[in-house]
């Protein structure tokens, strides 16, 4: 099962990687070009991917911390949960950078292109 998956996963990321090449028009302005923006997306679409797991990660052990704590003293359920709401926007506000860092990567547009 190993070696299947291997062979998928590999051959998925050379797709990615030669899909601008096989996309490409007549008459671009440069072949650096396309190489940039295929590694662009390629390394966009990972890097919000992982800020999408490590957040998810985050704010579900952060949810699960707060119900046990509520469950365990249920007086103190208003502190505990004004403390996750301020938290999990500070976790999610991570992600939301990692989203303007991609979008800028992918806009910024160094060759003129």
Do not use: D, H, W
């Not at 990615?16 to 590694?39: D, H, I, N, R, T």
């Not at 004004?82 to 160094?110: K, R």
């Amino acid at each position: 099962m190993k070696k299947i998956l291997t062979v998928f996963l590999l051959a998925f990321a050379v797709t990615c990687v030669l899909a601008p090449v096989a996309f490409a028009e007549e008459g671009a302005k440069s072949a650096e070009a396309y190489g940039y923006f295929g590694m662009a997306v390629l390394g966009c679409g990972l890097a919000i991917g992982l800020a999408a797991f490590g957040t998810g990660i985050g704010q579900g052990i952060g949810l699960s911390k707060a119900a046990e704590g509520v469950a365990r003293n249920p007086g103190a359920s208003g502190k505990v949960t004004t403390t996750l709401i301020i938290g999990l926007a500070m976790i999610e506000s991570l992600c939301i950078y990692a989203l303007v860092v991609v979008l800028i990567v992918l806009f910024a547009n160094p060759f003129g292109v």
